[in-house]
C-alpha cells in the first residue's frame, strides 16, 4: 500500500451505522400502534369472526404500508434511487380502483355515503392523524441517521409511511369497510400528515 492509499483510507470517517432499518421500523410502528389502539380504543365488534370486508381493507392497507416503508427506505439513501417501485404502486392504484368500481357498480349511492355521516368518519380521520404524527417523530429520530439526498423526499416519506402504519393500527377498531370510505376517511389523514411532514420535518433531519 502507498502511502497516499494509507493517508486517504485513515483520513476516512467510518460510516455511522443505523440503529435500526427504516423498512423495520414501520413494522414496529404498526405493531405499536396496533397495541396502543387495541389498549385505549378497542377491537371492533366482529373481530372474531371477520367479515370478507376486513380482509379486503386490511389487504390495502397493509399493501400501501408496504409501498410507504420501500418508499422511505429508498429515499434515505444518499444516492437517489427514482423510479423503482413503480410497478407495486400502479398494481395497488388498479386494485383501489377496481373495489371503487364494484362497489359503486354494485351498491346504492346513499348506502356507500351513508358511513360519511357516522361518527366513524371524523374518529377515523383524527385518529389515524394523531397516530401517523407519533409514528412521523419516531422516523425522523431515526431519519438523522441516515443521509437522503433529497431532504423535503425524505420527510414526506417520513409522514407517508408514518400515516400508513396508524392506518394499519386503527382500521382494527373501525368496523366500516367500504372501499369508498377507506379511501376517504384514511386517504386523507396520510395525505395531510405526508404535507405537513414535508413542510416541518427538513430541519430536523438535516445534519
Known amino acids: 500500500m502507498r502511502t497516499d492509499d494509507l493517508i486517504t483510507l485513515l483520513s476516512q470517517t467510518?460510516?455511522?451505522?443505523?440503529?435500526?432499518?427504516?423498512?423495520?421500523?414501520?413494522?414496529?410502528?404498526?405493531?405499536?400502534?396496533?397495541?396502543?389502539?387495541?389498549?385505549?380504543?378497542?377491537?371492533?365488534?366482529?373481530?372474531?369472526?371477520?367479515?370478507?370486508?376486513?380482509?379486503?381493507?386490511?389487504?390495502?392497507?397493509?399493501?400501501?404500508?408496504?409501498?410507504?416503508?420501500?418508499?422511505?427506505?429508498?429515499?434515505?439513501r444518499p444516492v437517489a434511487t427514482a423510479g423503482q417501485g413503480v410497478i407495486a404502486a400502479v398494481l395497488f392504484a388498479l386494485l383501489v380502483a377496481?373495489?371503487?368500481?364494484?362497489?359503486?357498480?354494485?351498491?346504492?349511492?346513499?348506502?356507500i355515503l351513508h358511513s360519511f355521516v357516522l361518527p366513524n368518519f371524523p374518529f377515523c380521520l383524527g385518529a389515524v392523524t394523531i397516530y401517523g404524527a407519533a409514528a412521523a417523530g419516531a422516523l425522523t429520530g431515526l431519519m438523522r441517521f441516515y443521509a437522503p439526498a433529497d431532504e423535503r423526499r425524505a420527510a414526506a416519506a417520513i409522514g407517508f409511511a408514518a400515516a400508513a402504519?396508524?392506518?394499519?393500527?386503527y382500521s382494527i377498531h373501525c368496523p366500516i369497510d367500504s372501499p369508498s370510505f377507506v379511501v376517504v376517511a384514511y386517504g386523507l389523514p396520510i395525505a395531510w400528515v405526508t404535507l405537513a411532514s414535508r413542510m416541518l420535518l427538513v430541519r430536523l433531519i438535516r445534519w
Open 14 to 76: 467510518p460510516p455511522r451505522r443505523p440503529p435500526l432499518r427504516l423498512s423495520l421500523a414501520v413494522v414496529v410502528a404498526i405493531a405499536v400502534t396496533m397495541v396502543v389502539n387495541t389498549l385505549v380504543l378497542g377491537l371492533r365488534p366482529d373481530i372474531a369472526m371477520p367479515p370478507l370486508s376486513m380482509a379486503y381493507k386490511s389487504v390495502v392497507l397493509l399493501t400501501l404500508a408496504v409501498i410507504a416503508g420501500g418508499i422511505l427506505a429508498r429515499v434515505a
Open 98 to 111: 377496481g373495489s371503487l368500481g364494484w362497489e359503486w357498480s354494485h351498491a346504492a349511492p346513499t348506502a
Open 165 to 169: 402504519a396508524g392506518a394499519v393500527g
